[in-house]
């Protein structure tokens, strides 16, 4: 599975925009990107995945360039709340398991 | 739904014994279940991968007569700590993925977690 790069931590002031990069520059052509946050003390949860189309949910978007070699997770007004550490992960449909890099993590600003 | 359920939460045990762990999908069936642990402000580490009804494959350097996986329904795998030492102390995770056919790429469910702590 391909590997994945994502800056270390990241602000966001209360009400903004979240604005989350992720590089996969060797994804391949069947890796799906998928998005999970996990707050302290609790298990990741899902927030949303794709293959090539820009994908949204209740909960965020994410925006996958042409070429595939990254993408965006969006979360269109940050809360207090999101603040915890996002991780990207690219696998393909073949491959079962789900390996988590370093992450990001969130401080979200009152 | 697609909840995963984890039991118990926060586990202390003595050096020397044995902690099960317990990992649920409660909405779904599951013929594979993956074990992680996450040690403080670390990421998770895949353990290993539990197969319903066959052996666990265990990720490279990780010890399969001490982490005893044992997965004997659609939706129950378990996770022992045999002979626990205080560098077992962790944070593990489990996880179940929705089956909905063969390329599925259906996203992985995680439960809460259980932290251990060995003294």
């Known amino acids: 599975d391909a590997k994945t790069t994502q800056p270390p931590s990241m602000d966001c002031a209360e009400g903004r925009a979240a604005n989350l990069p992720c590089n996969h520059s060797?994804?391949?052509?069947?890796?799906?990107v998928y998005w999970y946050r996990q707050i302290h003390s609790q298990g990741p949860q899902y927030i949303i995945h794709?293959?090539?189309n820009n994908e949204t949910n209740e909960m965020a978007s994410l925006i996958i360039t042409e070429d595939r070699k990254s993408s965006t997770l969006i979360l269109p007004h940050a809360t207090l709340r999101d603040t915890a550490v996002y991780y990207c992960i690219v696998r393909g449909t073949t491959g079962n398991q789900f390996y988590f890099g370093t992450g990001t993590s969130l401080t979200v600003i009152p | 739904g697609a909840v995963v359920s984890q039991h118990p939460s926060r586990v202390i045990c003595k050096s020397g014994t044995s902690v099960k762990i317990e990992c649920r999908s409660l909405?779904?069936?599951?013929?594979?279940m993956f074990w992680y642990r996450q040690f403080p402000k670390k990421s998770l580490m895949l353990m290993a991968t539990?197969?319903?009804?066959?052996?666990?494959?265990?990720e490279q350097g990780v010890e399969k007569d001490k982490f005893l996986i044992n997965h004997a329904s659609l939706t129950l795998s378990t996770l022992t700590v045999t002979s626990a030492h205080p560098e077992d102390s962790s944070f593990y995770i489990c996880?179940?993925?929705?089956?909905?056919?063969?390329?599925?790429?259906?996203?992985?469910?995680f439960g809460n977690g259980t932290r251990l702590t060995v003294t």
């Open positions: 060797t994804i391949s052509g069947n890796e799906y």
């Open positions: 794709g293959l090539k």
């Open positions: 909405d779904f069936q599951a013929t594979t």
């Open positions: 539990s197969n319903e009804g066959s052996k666990a494959t265990y």
């Open positions: 996880s179940a993925r929705l089956m909905d056919g063969t390329g599925s790429n259906s996203p992985l469910h």
